[in-house]
């Protein structure tokens, strides 16, 4: 029996079609824990995407910085972590962006429920 997710409005799910239509980028992002990866993207980012394959849609959206539209072209949060921090962005920075949020607004909400930088 084939199981389904449920629509939940503003949610992208990452599932096996999604894996799938993201490797290359999840590839190319994990490449991004050595100074070379880091360094050979930082070189020529376009060239860098055409090495992992990307799609013009995940192209457009690495050199764009659009975190967001790497999540709908299949990109892993986790793997997306290691660009964001090319960006300077942390965590809480891309759940600010998840949820409409600044990233103190964001900050504020997580310590709202007991989960600030204080509380993990």
Not at 60 to 88: N, T, V
């Amino acid at each position: 029996m084939m199981t389904t997710h449920r629509e939940i409005p503003g949610t992208i799910f990452f599932d096996g079609p999604m894996a799938t239509k993201g490797y290359g980028l999840n590839k190319m992002c994990y490449s991004f824990n050595s100074t070379e990866g880091r360094d050979a993207f930082k070189a020529d980012e376009a060239a860098y995407c055409d090495k992992f394959g990307l799609t013009e849609a995940q192209k457009e959206a690495i050199l764009g910085r659009d975190i967001l539209a790497l999540q709908r072209e299949g990109g892993s949060i986790y793997y997306l972590a290691k660009f964001a921090g090319l960006l300077g962005l942390n965590m809480q920075d891309i759940g600010g962006l998840q949820t409409g949020r600044t990233t103190e607004e964001f900050q504020a909400y997580l310590e709202s429920q007991g989960r600030g930088k204080n509380n993990g």
